[in-house]
Structures are given as C-alpha cells and as structure tokens.
C-alpha cells in the first residue's frame, strides 16, 4: 500500500512540475518587412520547385553569388545554381524563423531556416540561410545568398514560425 | 492509510485537470505569427469544432463580455528621441481604446464570430487603468523581463488583477525588445499566471524605432506615425487575446490566429497608403488598422463584420 501511495504521490510530482513549466512562447506579429521577404522567398523556392526562370530571373540579381561553407572560395554564378536547383527536383520546402533587417529603405539582410525535401530522399535537409537584397523601384532582388547546412543532430533553437508552403 | 491513497489520488486527478487546461492541445502546428506555427508533438489529436471558415476551434476559451485593456507606458513618453515618444501617443492610443474607440465599432465586433461551447466574444474592449515605468527593468527587455513589468504593475497595485483583460506594455523608442522586436515581430501577446491568475498580456514597442518594418506608412493619418503604427498591432494583439487568449482556442491548421491571417492587409482606404491613407475612423481620428478574419460566411479578410472580404 505504501509503494502505491509513493507511486501517487510521484506521479503527482510529476504533473506538477509539468504544470509548472514557464510561460508558453509569445504570439507574434511579423513585421511588415518579414511578411514581405516571406512572399518572396516562398516566390523564389516555388519557381525552383516549377522550373519557372521567368519568376527565378526576376528574384535573382545578375551578380548573384551563393556561398557555402564546403566551399567559401568558390561561389556559385546565378546561372551555375540555377543549373543546380532546376536539376534536383524539390518536392517540398519550408521557411521558418526568418528575421530581416532593413539596412537601408533599399538594402535588406535577411536570415531564415530552410528546410527541403529533394527527390527521392527520405528525410528533409535544413539549412540556415543569409541573403543581401537590394530593391529598385518596387521590385526586391536577391544579390547574394549564404548557405549552410545544419547537421541532423544540431539544435538551431525551438522549430518556431515554420509556415507550410502548401506542397509539404 | 486508504484515506492517504485516496487523498493522493484525489490530488493526482486535480492536478491532471490543472495540466489539461494549463497545457496547449498538442498539434502539429501552433501560431506564433502571420501564418507561422510553432511545431509540437502531435499525440492528442485536437477537438476541432468549427470548420470551414479557414480557422478552427482547438478547445480553449475566449475571452467573453467586455475585454479591459490596461496600459503600461514603459520608459520615456514625455519627450524621448522620435517626436512619437510624447503625450500626443499616449492621448490616441488611449482613445482608440475608449469607449468610442474599438469598442462595439463594425471593425472590432468581426470578433463576434468566434467563441465557445459557453459563448461568443462581445466585440467590446476598453481601457480600462494605466500606468507608467521608468525603466524598472532597463533598456534592453527580454520577453521574461516584460512579463516582470506586468506583475510589478499588478502586485505593487498600480494596476488591478484581472483575467478579463490584456495588459499592453508599451515601450518607447530607446527600448529594445531583444528577442526579435523590429527583425521578427513588431508585437507579441501570451499568457502568464501571475500571482496566482491567468493574466494575459502583450508587449507592443514604438514602430518609429524600425518604422521600414514596422509601419504601413510615415506619413500617416495623425501626423504621429508611431502612434499610428502601434495602433494596427494593438488592434491586432487585442483581437487575437480575445478569441485565443490562452494560445488554445481559435487558429488555423498553419498556427495563424485571427489577426494573423490578414496580418499588413487593409483593404481598400481613403488616399493612399504612404500619404496618410486610412481605413477605419474610429473616436473623431482616422486610422490605418490592419483587417481580421471574420469567421463566416467561409471566412475571409474584411474591414467590418459583413463586408466584403479583401485579399490585400
């Protein structure tokens, strides 16, 4: 009887001390210019997942440079990672945790998980992403992007802000 | 010693009702923003009520009769460094929460389409009590650190207890919010148990510090563009405090609550939107405030309850 009242009393332990875990995280309301970046990008990675190069040409800058940790002496040409992308069919892709700076009214950083399902693979990749957009007119384009995966068992913090692309 | 099981039993049963209520309903996606969730585990599948209407009930309440907003001025809003940080801010905000502000108005009643298995929102919000502080807690606030300036502002009795209500901290200028104001977000609202109640509160910053990001327009229809700016995401925190003001309630299977799903979205306005372009007059002022999804009719982003649904 005694063992049972010590399992009760533990269980109840237990869920107390569940009960009593912080504050849930915040609701937040994105800023105007993540909205804007978030449309972008999600432009952008449809128009790799579609092949479309009318949409892709328009995102991407003619100096665009892609970077990579494997290789930062080697960036790839617009036309090289255009070549790449249109080559590995994207089955799905999400966008999560983006922030933006805007630098300037013209100049914008901006930073976001990635996180995408190639071909046949089994499991999604995510990698975190930077890039430098400048705007001319109306119209944001994308001039330089650094990529870098994150390892499977890394932690880039709490899986917050993942919006579905609708093709997941 | 049957007695003392039965005792512990009874605490173990009370405490699982404790958890089930304190607890989020675990889902694949819970909102964090405009369209964005937070994923979490899925072994409890959610009760889902309403359908149809492009948001769904997760089981919660909502706040019911009228919500009170209390408000916080949290640092310089007399004479700090934009001309915003002023008593010219604290006047329009404050009557855009008076009682011939949003409260009742066609815009805020949109609210009334969502509830409850007890009942609907009111559509009814009013200020309700404020209060200033001098950067208690600095200027550099963590999220934590703004729950702090809400119970300071409860349990030093500057302000009254209420589960009704959502305390607005409002910051000024030269405060920074170090999780993500200005780069990620330009508000955020949650719920904390302070001294012993549910206390639902948000934190809203002056938008004349990263105006690019977190405002419409400079040029705006009171000639104050924080205020103005802050008004749009006041609106938007109170209106999501209303109908999910514990994080359970109502949001869509992307984890986007009501204001979410329109989120930088006004629909058609008076003049244009960089030149003092407005939607909403509201207590004798124009403002441009962003629309919300009305839960019906199939729902959609309108400008008051029945109009018509705008998609930017």
Known sequence: MRKILLLVILAGASLQSAVSQGSPTPIQTTTRLVAIFADLNYELFQSIQKHDAATFDRLVGQDFELRTPSEPDNPKSREDWQQLEFGRPLQSFGISQMAVRGLRDDVASVSFVLEEKRGTAIGSQKSFVVQAWTREGESWTCQEAYVSPIAPSAKPGPMRDRRPSGKD | ?312
């Open chain 2, 1 to 312: 010693m049957r007695k003392l099981l039965f005792v512990g039993l009874i605490v173990l049963v009370g405490l699982s009702l404790l958890e089930a209520q304190t607890t989020r309903n675990a889902r694949h996606v819970v909102p964090t923003g405009k369209g964005w969730g937070m994923e979490v585990p899925h072994d409890i599948a959610p009760p889902i009520v309403i359908t149809g209407n492009g948001i769904n009930y997760h089981g919660g309440p909502v706040i019911k009769g009228t919500m009170k907003a209390y408000f916080i001025w949290y640092g310089n809003w007399t004479n700090g460094p934009h001309a915003s940080d002023s008593q010219t801010t604290v006047n329009l905000l404050s009557s855009l929460f008076g009682s011939s502000g949003l409260n009742g108005s066609n815009y805020y009643r949109i609210n009334t389409t969502y509830g409850d298995n007890s009942g609907n929102v009111s559509g009814n919000i009013v200020l309700a009590g404020s209060t200033t502080d001098s950067y208690s807690q600095g200027t550099g606030l963590s999220d934590s650190r703004v729950q702090a300036v809400v119970s300071s502002a409860i349990t030093s009795g500057r302000l009254p207890k209420d589960t009704n209500a959502i305390y607005f901290v409002l910051t000024s200028s030269d405060v920074r919010e170090t999780s993500g104001f200005c780069t990620r977000y330009c508000g955020w609202h949650t719920r904390a148990t302070i001294s012993g109640s549910d206390i639902k509160f948000s934190f809203v910053g002056n938008s004349d510090r990263c105006s690019s990001a977190c405002e419409a327009q400079t040029v705006s229809p009171n000639g104050d563009s924080g205020a103005d700016g802050m008004a749009s995401v006041m609106a938007h925190e109170a209106e999501e405090t209303d109908t999910d003001p514990d994080l359970n309630a109502w949001y869509d299977s992307g984890g986007a609550e009501n204001a979410d799903k329109c989120a930088w979205k006004f629909g058609p306005t008076t003049g244009t939107i960089g030149s003092g372009g407005y939607n909403q007059t509201l207590a004798g002022h124009n403002w441009l405030i962003q629309m919300n999804w009305e839960n019906s009719r199939g729902g959609g982003c309108d400008k008051v309850l029945g109009g018509t649904f705008y998609t930017r």
